[in-house]
């Protein structure tokens, strides 16, 4: 094996792990176009986000494994490749079937940011792991904020296949980047188990029906018989893949390590952040592109509303550059309920006042500054709490709790506003406001409960540490 080149192998994991934030872009945005250029409506169109969705929920734990054995490079590559293929056939697809296909294989980019943690927690220098995890985990976040933008500009000007040309470019950019800089040959340092495919199975037929049942159950009608089905066959096959996975030496994903404190910290957070700034995104978009006459929109065309995000990136590179800096003097524990406590502010000002475009930007920077910091925190608390053969299992999923947090904020979103739609079947603006209400009260809840808990954590400590006679 080939020894990395230190230099650059921090930066070609972050340009693969952008990757995942541009063509994570490719979706809400673009619904409408979608809708338009295959003649279906717009209930059917956001299926594209539904089976991205779900296919990133699958394939994100099977990475994660897979990325703790010796075939890191491996499995980059082709991650990468099978990303490539989608995104070519989301693009020159001539109907909305095969459309599909290639938004479910672009699904895989969920499963990146694992793998990218993976191996620079096992090829950087010791003294550089923890910021570097800081940064991959922040990278997405960052990069959604840019990815939006660029989305509008290149749907707005050209046309909704431009995008996609421009995230199979993107993506064959990496693989390139990624085949030239990371450490070639197998890992010597990696345990190789046998794999666990019945708790794969089950976690993706799990998985698969909650995620189907969250985001369809405000369309369907939540006390529909197949939504009810759903539910039930979720929680069902979820419970025996708990107890199969508890009884296996090397299963999917060691559950036991779930239970310590930073790890469950982090994964409790991932689904109440996820779907709090989902909230925050979904609703901010809809308020840019709606039209003035519903009381609160400011009728931007796509070319501009994605520059509604891109404050997001600011704030949440602005905060993986404190976090840093930070981190090493308070520790990196204290990021979290900070990045709460931010994302609370954010939150708020978001219900509070969003009349107006630049209430709305300052709204998406603090939000951006709160998920960077917290973002930041969730990776490294793990990776510090769990060994080195669990890293890329427990990051991913956390990755996945944040998938499922992000289905729940938008299944509330479209739920509140289904129940709050005007006669013309648009958003109200009490719809609007109390959407911007729930995603503010969780996180508030989230900010309490973690400065309360940091704060009996820090007074045991103290208590329990010998006193110093000098």
């Known amino acids: 094996m080939n020894p990395p080149n230190q230099k650059a192998l921090l930066p070609a994991l972050v340009f693969a792990a952008l990757s995942t934030?541009?063509?994570?872009?490719?979706?809400m945005l673009l619904v409408p176009s979608i809708a338009s250029r295959f003649n279906v409506d717009v209930a059917t169109a956001q299926w594209m986000l539904t089976v991205n969705l779900l296919a990133g929920a699958i394939a994100t734990p099977i990475l994660g494994r897979l990325s703790d054995g010796p075939h890191k490079k491996r499995l980059l590559m082709?991650?990468?490749?099978i990303m490539f293929v989608g995104s070519v056939l989301a693009a020159a697809a001539p109907n909305f079937p095969l459309f599909l296909t290639g938004r479910s294989l672009q699904g895989l980019s969920y499963g990146i940011v694992p793998i990218t943690i993976s191996i620079a927690r096992r090829y950087i220098e010791q003294g550089k792991v923890q910021p570097a995890i800081s940064s991959l985990s922040v990278t997405v976040s960052s990069g959604i904020g840019i990815?939006?933008?660029l989305t509008g500009i290149i749907a707005g000007l050209f046309d909704y296949s431009f995008a996609f040309w421009f995230g199979a470019l993107f993506v064959l950019a990496t693989i390139i980047v990624a085949w030239k800089v990371l450490p070639s040959g197998p890992?010597?340092?990696?345990?190789?188990?046998?794999?666990?495919?019945?708790?794969t199975v089950l976690l993706a037929l799990g998985l698969g029906s909650l995620l189907l049942a969250i985001s369809e159950g405000p369309k369907w009608g939540w006390g529909s018989l197949p939504i009810l089905v759903l539910l039930v066959v979720a929680?069902?096959?979820l419970a025996v893949w708990v107890l199969v996975e508890n009884k296996l030496d090397h299963p999917l994903i060691n559950l036991r390590t779930l239970k310590q404190g930073d790890v469950l910290l982090a994964n409790?957070?991932?689904?109440a952040l996820g779907a709090a700034l989902y909230i925050g995104m979904s609703v901010a978009s809809l308020v840019a592109q709606a039209e003035e006459s519903t009381g609160y929109g400011l009728n931007l065309p796509v070319l501009w509303a994605g520059f509604v995000i891109f404050p997001l990136s600011v704030g949440s590179f602005t905060a993986n550059r404190i976090v840093r800096a930070v981190a090493k003097k308070v520790g990196i524990q204290i990021m979290l309920p900070l990045g709460a406590v931010i994302m609370s502010l954010a939150g708020t000002l978001l219900w509070l006042v969003h009349s107006q475009l630049w209430e709305i930007l300052v709204s998406m920077l603090v939000f951006g500054l709160g998920m960077g910091a917290s973002y930041a925190a969730?990776?490294?608390?793990?990776?510090?709490?769990?060994?080195?053969?669990?890293l890329g299992s427990s990051v991913s999923f956390n990755q996945v709790l944040r998938t499922v947090g992000s289905s729940f904020g938008t299944a509330i979103s479209a739920a509140i506003i289904a129940t709050h739609a005007g006669s013309n079947g648009a958003a109200t603006p009490a719809g609007i406001n109390m959407t911007f209400m729930i995603g503010a009260i969780l996180c508030i809840v989230l900010g309490v409960?973690?400065?309360?808990?940091?704060?009996?954590?820090t007074s045991r400590a103290t208590a329990s540490a010998p006193l110093r006679v000098d």
Do not use: C, K, N, W
Request: negative net charge; without cysteine; glycine residues 8%.
């Open 21 to 27: 934030a541009i063509v994570s872009s490719l979706g």
């Open 78 to 81: 082709v991650s990468l490749g």
């Open 147 to 149: 990815g939006y933008p």
């Open 187 to 199: 890992d010597t340092q990696a345990a190789s188990h046998r794999f666990d495919y019945l708790g």
């Open 235 to 237: 929680a069902a096959i």
């Open 268 to 271: 409790i957070s991932a689904i």
């Open 378 to 390: 969730m990776p490294a608390l793990i990776a510090r709490s769990v060994a080195t053969q669990e």
């Open 449 to 457: 409960a973690l400065v309360i808990h940091s704060v009996i954590h």
